[in-house]
């Protein structure tokens, strides 16, 4: 008969997190469902060199969230993604 075995990940992703600050707050309460996801986030305005950031940030993380079309839409023309 089967084992039945419990398995604890406990390993962290690394999240890119580009937002403009309106969206700080509701995007940190609905990564506490995602536990294993560990956000780090950069605050956008319309002064920010989006393309500069992002390409930053591909360095430290695996996975790069884009809380407005328009910002990732601006980048998706600058530069190619090396992440998802």
Avoid: H
């Avoid at 406990?10 to 956000?39: D, H, W, Y």
Wanted: hydrophobic share 40%; aromatic share 8%.
């Amino acid at each position: 008969m089967p084992e039945n075995k419990i398995v604890n990940d406990t390993s962290e992703i690394n999240i890119g997190i580009i937002t403009p600050q309106a969206l700080v707050n509701r995007t940190q309460e609905t990564l506490k469902n995602f536990p294993n996801f560990k956000p780090i986030f950069r605050v956008i305005d319309s002064e920010t060199v989006i393309p500069d950031i992002t390409q930053e940030l591909m360095n430290d993380v695996e996975v790069l969230i884009f809380t407005e079309y328009n910002a990732y839409k601006s980048v998706k023309k600058e530069i190619n993604f090396t992440i998802p």
